[in-house]
């Protein structure tokens, strides 16, 4: 069994600030703990507004807390973002993401993150990056 603590993960080298200040991200669960898919906990800062495009990643992101909006970029298509929220980027949509309100996020990644990715040019993450130990 795994157990850790979000508090305690975010005193650790699991918090990572992503160089251009829009978000962190808390790496609860990585690829090193053989579970198949990574867990995080991560905070869109107030005032963000950003493209994203996963291309070697599916991702699920719940929002926790706050307030924003995701849109697709291929159909311009704006979707809000709440506390009960759930979006699913199930074809690696490229998108944006605005963050009205500080929003508080669960986001799960498939295949799994090492621990030490942040968003290259392309707004992906690398399908190899440094892992995080512990």
Same mark, same amino acid.
């Given at each position: ?15 990572? %600030? ?10 609860? @669960?990585? /690829?090193? &703990? =053989? ?41 311009? %298509? ?10 699913? @980027?199930? /074809?690696? &949509? =490229? ?40």
């Amino acid at each position: 069994m795994i157990v850790r603590n979000l508090e305690e993960a975010e005193k650790s080298n699991r918090r990572i %600030v992503s160089p251009d200040g829009n978000w962190e991200s808390t790496r609860m @669960l990585l /690829k090193g &703990d =053989k579970m198949g898919f990574s867990f995080h906990i991560t905070t869109i800062y107030a005032g963000a507004d950003f493209g994203i495009h996963y291309q070697n990643h599916l991702e699920s992101v719940y929002c926790i807390s706050g307030e924003g909006e995701v849109e697709t970029v291929a159909d311009g %298509v704006v979707h809000p973002i709440k506390p009960g929220t759930l979006y699913i @980027l199930d /074809k690696n &949509d =490229k998108h944006i993401l605005r963050a009205f309100k500080e929003m508080k996020m669960a986001c799960v990644f498939n295949p799994p993150l090492s621990g030490k990715e942040v968003h290259n040019a392309e707004g992906a993450y690398e399908l190899e990056a440094e892992a995080v130990e512990g």
